[in-house]
Each structure stands twice: as structure tokens, then as C-alpha cells.
């Protein structure tokens, strides 16, 4: 897949040109009055997490950053965005900074305080992970413009960068990359794993729902929690409670881990997940401490001027879930299809070579979303190009689910195609034609590089829910070798070798 991000300037409603508005109140002692207020309330949770939250909730003041002047209360409810914003999202991944970004400076002044002395408790952090100061707004703003950088390049250089307890901005697709979600993220900081042990995640409003449900990309609105087995094959004990002060606490006990999920009045949300022993990692902490430490954490306001309904959704056709062992599987059936390939285009061009082929999948290996699945052959084709390299050329074929037909333009719903292409000034596209061939789709893309360098990308979709792709690329353009009769080459290549019946059955 070729997933293209639409990166824009998040422009940030609450910020001034160059420093961050003097704050109202002193956001640090609020947090940490309230994480004092916990330690000694403790015995008011006792046992359920359900039992005694709101008196636990009405200790704890619900602190707003950066509200509007005009908002007094902080909420904003679906009937002030004008649409649901459960059925919105942003157009892509937010770009880079080119201000202080208040939102992330609200969040990493809080959540140390709220979750720093518990993380290290419970042994998730080392005793001086957290011996670390984060810049101000103004040393952070001075760098930016000292060299010329966005805000993380500058937190980059001034030294601070994925670190533990640092919310960085995070992103997730929706509707496999029809819109998108935004937010920020916090971990443990443990480069060396293969997965965090703890996430925290402050979701903006916009393409979630607090309804329970089973979590990834697939679904839309994406589920802001699951209520089914995730970390082992029993489901988990699930509780959701709206607290006094418009607050809506979720809760999942997985036994070995724990998800608790608080959704604000202003339609955004936090989200923290912690592994504590699915793995023997042997942590103590309890589903009461990781509850108040939630609700110590504010509500924060976010830039919402691109968040925009989705509209009509485009149905993609199911993917696959991650599977260890089927690219091993899958070995024999890719050697079959490259080589039935390799003998069309030996066919067309006599001495052309299969170097290496194999098959590949999309999915994430957490199992929490599907995608898409391919075999790809690499081939040296028989002549040179005008500088006497050797012109090559891959095939890959792309097994049905995951995707749709067509192109995607300007990285629009990006994700969901196997080809991006773009538009000039006028609105016309610039680089790819879509035609029908034999009653099959064909996209071809080709751009140029100078006076000399060509490259070719074409893609053929079959009605049976296949595509082929072929990709190319030399300093001039070989005899014989023209995008036209690429075109006829490829659509000449067979279909792959794979088990329909059981893509059929979903698995």
C-alpha cells in the first residue's frame, strides 16, 4: 500500500503569535493537589471501581486549558460542532508545528504529576526516569525561530525526545484512511521493546465513540474501548459510569491488564492502557490507583478548524488480520504466480530474469487492524538504459481485501488505494489515466525526472478482486520498452495463485 499523509500547519486557536497566553491558574499545583487529594482518598475507592468514583470525582476539580474567552463551562457538545463528532475526522496526520503547541504543553504538565510517582510505584518506570525537566514554551519557541525548525525538531534539539511521560502527536486512520483521527501520545520510553508497557493517549473529538467495541481502524467511528478478549481469550470486566461533573469513566479488567478510558465534555478523551502481567512482568498496581490517576489528568481543549463529517463512507472490502505464519505459508503460491508472470514478460522480452519474489502482508502484528496482502518479484529486463545501468522492474500482486480500485488524488483516503496521484493548479490530474481494458480497470501513472528519467507505474484491477502492479523506472526509454507497450505487457499478466474460497471465509 502506499499510504500518503495530507500534512498541514495545525493552526493553534488559543495561541498568540509567538509566546503561550499567560495562564489563569497555576496549571502544576492543580494537578498536584489533586494527585495529594487521591493519596488521601484512597480508602473512599476501596474496592469496585464502580463504587464510590463520583465522591472520589467531586475531590477532584475537573481543570480546562486553554478554553475560549466565550466558553465559561468548557463543554461543547455535538449540537455546537453543528454535526455528530463521532462521524468526523481530519483530513490527514496533523503536519508539523510552526507554534507552541498548547495542547501537548497542557498534557506533559500534568501527566508526570498524575502518573509519574504511580508508574515508578508499580515498576513500569526506573526511580529516576523521570529526572527531567521539559523546556518552557518560550526556550522551545526561541529555538524554533533561533534555527529556523518546527516544535519537535526544536524539543529534538534542545535534547528532549521520546522520553517517558511525554505526550508526542499521534494519529490513527479512519475507515482505513477515508479521515483520520488526531491526537497525542505518552509512553514508557523503552526503545529497546518490541511494544510499550503502558500508553496513555489524549484523543481530539472526531471519529471515536465511547459505545464499546472491538478496536482498530476497521471500524468507524472507531472504538474508543473493547469490551471483548484482548490480552487473553477471556473477555474482560467492563464498567461505564458518567460521573457528576459530565465526566464518562470506562473501565476494562483484563486481568493482566487494565484500559480505563475518560471521555470530557468537550468531546474529547483520554485512553491508558497498562500491561502488568501478561507477559510475567509482575507489576503492582491496581485497577483504583490507575483510575485516579485518570481522573487527576484536565480537560484540554484542541484545534478543531479542520474536523469536518465524513459523509458517505466508501465500503472497503475486508482485509486480512496479521498472521505469523502465513508468509511461509504463502511462499509456494508467490514462487507460482512470479513465475507464470515471469514467463509473460520473458515472453514479451526475451532474457528478462526473476531475481527474488516473495509475500508480504499490511497488517499490524498487534492483530488490532487488517490489511492488505501482495507477492512481489523483482526482475532485470534485458537491455540497459542510456547511462548502461541495467533497467529492472517489479511485479506485485495484490491478493483481494484491504483496498479498492481506482487511485487516490492528492493523498485523499490515501490508505485505501494502491496508487496516490495529484492535481495542477487547474484541478486537472497530472500524472495518472485511468482506462478500461478488456473490461478491467487500468491506472497508469508515469512522471519524469529531469529531461531523461521516466518512471512507469501500472496497475491492472481484476474483476475477481485482484490487481497486478508493475513498476519501472531508466535514464531514457529503451527500445520497445514505451509505457504503451508496458500497458499491454502487463495487462497480459495472469492472475495470482491463492485460495479464494478462503478469503471468502474471512480467514
Known amino acids: 500500500m502506499n499510504p500518503q499523509d495530507d500534512p498541514g500547519a495545525v493552526f493553534l486557536k488559543a495561541m498568540p503569535e509567538t509566546t503561550p497566553p499567560p495562564a489563569q491558574f497555576d496549571l502544576d499545583k492543580i494537578v498536584r493537589d489533586g494527585y495529594r487529594s487521591r493519596n488521601r482518598h484512597r480508602a473512599v475507592l476501596g474496592g469496585a471501581v464502580t463504587t464510590g468514583v463520583a465522591a472520589v470525582a467531586a475531590v477532584l476539580a475537573l481543570s480546562l486549558v486553554g478554553l475560549p474567552a466565550d466558553r465559561d463551562d468548557g463543554v461543547q457538545s455535538a449540537d455546537e460542532f453543528g454535526f455528530d463528532p463521532a462521524m468526523a475526522g481530519y483530513p490527514g496526520s496533523a503536519g508539523s508545528l510552526d507554534k507552541v503547541d498548547v495542547p501537548r504543553e497542557a498534557l506533559n504538565a500534568a501527566v508526570r504529576d498524575a502518573f509519574g510517582d504511580l508508574a515508578i510505584e508499580a515498576g513500569f518506570l526506573d526511580a529516576d526516569a523521570l529526572d527531567y525537566e521539559l523546556p518552557s514554551a518560550e526556550e522551545v519557541t526561541e529555538t524554533m525561530e533561533d534555527l529556523g525548525v518546527d516544535y519537535d525538531e526544536a524539543l529534538s534539539e534542545l535534547g528532549f525526545h521520546d522520553l517517558p511521560l511525554q505526550f508526542v502527536p ?16 505518552a509512553r514508557d520510553g523503552d526503545e529497546e521493546a518490541e511494544r510499550s508497557s503502558f500508553t496513555i493517549e489524549a484523543l481530539q473529538p472526531g471519529g471515536w465513540t465511547a459505545e464499546p467495541g472491538p478496536i482498530g481502524s476497521q471500524a468507524f467511528p472507531q472504538h474508543l474501548i473493547s469490551d471483548q478478549a484482548q490480552y487473553t481469550d477471556t473477555a474482560p470486566e467492563f464498567t461505564q459510569e458518567v460521573l457528576d461533573d459530565g465526566r464518562t469513566l470506562l473501565t476494562a479488567d483484563h486481568g493482566c491488564a487494565y484500559t480505563v478510558a475518560l471521555v470530557y465534555p468537550n468531546q474529547s478523551a483520554l485512553r491508558s492502557s497498562w500491561d502488568l502481567d501478561c507477559e510475567d512482568q509482575g507489576r503492582e498496581l491496581s485497577l483504583d490507583e490507575l483510575t485516579e490517576a485518570m481522573l487527576a ?25 496479521y498472521d505469523e505464519a502465513w508468509e511461509q505459508d504463502a511462499a509456494a503460491d508467490s514462487q507460482a504466480s512470479l513465475d507464470a508472470a515471469s514467463e509473460v514478460i520473458g515472453g514479451a522480452y526475451p532474457g528478462a530474469q526473476l531475481e527474488s519474489s516473495g509475500p508480504g502482508q499490511g497488517a499490524y502484528t498487534d492483530g488490532s487492524s487488517t490489511g492488505p496482502r501482495w507477492y512481489t518479484g523483482s526482475f532485470t529486463m534485458p537491455f540497459d538504459d542510456e547511462s548502461g545501468f541495467p533497467v529492472t ?22 490508505e485505501m488505494y494502491l496508487e496516490n496521484c495529484s492535481t495542477d493548479d487547474d484541478g486537472k490530474n497530472t500524472d495518472c489515466e485511468q482506462s478500461k481494458v478488456d473490461g478491467r480497470t487500468v491506472v497508469v501513472k508515469t512522471y519524469q525526472i529531469g529531461e531523461d528519467h521516466h518512471s512507469y507505474f501500472v496497475t491492472v484491477f481484476d474483476p475477481a478482486g485482484w490487481a497486478v502492479r508493475y513498476e519501472t523506472s531508466s535514464e531514457g526509454v529503451p527500445a520497445d520498452y ?7 505487457m502487463v495487462t497480459a499478466l495472469p492472475a495470482p495463485v491463492y485460495d479464494a474460497e478462503e478469503y471468502a471465509r474471512g480467514e
Request: hydrophobic fraction near 35%; glycine fraction near 16%.
Open 393 to 414: 522492474g517489479s511485479v506485485s500482486y495484490f491478493l483481494p481485501g484491504g483496498w479498492i480500485e481506482g487511485y487516490s488524488v492528492d493523498g485523499q483516503h490515501g
Open 170 to 185: 499521534w494519529s490513527s486512520p479512519g475507515n482505513d484512511g477515508q479521515v483520520y483521527l488526531r491526537g497525542y501520545t
Open 482 to 488: 514505451s509505457v504503451e507497450e508496458v500497458v499491454d
Open 297 to 321: 489528568m484536565p480537560e484540554v481543549d484542541y484545534d478543531t478548524s479542520e474536523l469536518a463529517p465524513i459523509g458517505d463512507l466508501i465500503d472497503v472490502p475486508a482485509g486480512w488480520v
